[in-house]
């Protein structure tokens, strides 16, 4: 057990974390992941959490945060009428589904080879936001039919739930490249955080169940102290950046996003170093 000043440094560690995830989360639609999983990954450490337990578990209490985090974004969001719910209802099988099969392929799947694919991807997208003519970047005028659609759900749930984000950094850019409003996308992300987050919490629970090495008050990968302390900050926090987001102009929002994406990446790519 780590002293005194070492914990009380982590609850404000903590607490930081919880507040800027909290304003991304409404400012983007996110959930705050690319925010907590880093930052429990190194508290996380103060307890001797062995290495190979961290990033589940960081991951896990990540998407548990998450919940209540999209849920508060999604609600500011619904009520100033932004949300695709057509969107959200084809897509309430396809994205769970890929947020359980997610719970699965993490134990297979090299960490390298995720971490590696993640940083090349998210720095192309940021790249494209940042484009002051990005707008003429489009894969069509408007988002696909089913199965193409259902596929590009599972595929958001998939690759969210292997790295503990709420799935709005992937939904954006599908929703964009799409020819929909950036305001539009980043409302309706808030509520595909929302579908990936519920079934990566229950899977992360049971796939980390009676593991050993753990520390207090954990179920599965679930850390229920790291959870106490963020998630009041996070929903306190949500409807300020939501409010921000729809006084912004679209292409402040974008160059926004596309910033906080060469931010993810360049993290994805110092952890091989």
């Known amino acids: 057990m780590p002293p005194l000043s070492e914990l009380l440094e982590l609850c404000v560690l903590l607490a930081l ?7 991304l989360a409404g400012l983007f639609g996110i959930g705050g992941g690319a925010v907590l999983v880093p930052v429990f990954y190194q508290a996380f450490a103060l307890f001797g959490v062995d290495d190979g337990l961290r990033i589940k578990l960081s ?6 945060i998450i919940i209540p985090t999209s849920l508060r974004s999604f609600q500011s969001h619904y009520k100033r009428g932004a949300v695709d719910m057509a969107v959200l209802r084809r897509w309430v099988i396809a994205v769970p589904f890929g947020a359980v099969v997610s719970t699965l392929v993490i134990a297979y799947a090299p960490g390298s080879l995720l971490r590696g694919a993640f940083a090349v991807i998210t720095l192309l997208i940021g790249l494209k936001m940042l484009y002051p003519r990005s707008a003429e970047w489009r894969l069509g005028d408007d988002l696909p039919k089913n199965p193409a659609l259902f596929v590009y759900g599972w595929l958001i749930g998939l690759l969210s739930g292997l790295i503990g984000i709420g799935g709005g950094t992937l939904n954006n850019t599908f929703m964009t490249l799409f020819n929909r409003p950036i305001h539009q996308a980043v409302a ?4 595909v955080g929302v579908l990936i987050s519920i ?3 229950i899977g ?15 179920t ?12 009041p900050i ?4 949500a409807p300020l950046g939501a409010t921000v987001a729809h006084r912004l102009s679209k292409r402040k929002l974008e160059a ?6 060469l931010i993810i990446s360049a993290r994805f790519f110092y952890s091989f170093f």
């Not at 991951?59 to 548990?64: I, N």
């Not at 926004?256 to 994406?261: D, V």
């Open 199 to 201: 079934p990566g919490f």
């Open 59 to 64: 991951v896990g209490t990540s998407l548990a």
């Open 220 to 231: 599965g990968y679930i850390n229920w102290v790291a959870v106490a302390l963020i998630i």
């Open 17 to 23: 974390a919880g507040g800027i995830a909290g304003f």
């Open 234 to 237: 996070t929903m306190l926090i």
């Open 188 to 191: 309706t992300s808030a509520g």
């Open 256 to 261: 926004g996003f596309g910033i906080f994406l």
């Open 204 to 218: 992360n629970i049971v796939g980390g169940w009676g593991k050993a090495g753990l520390p207090p008050l954990s």
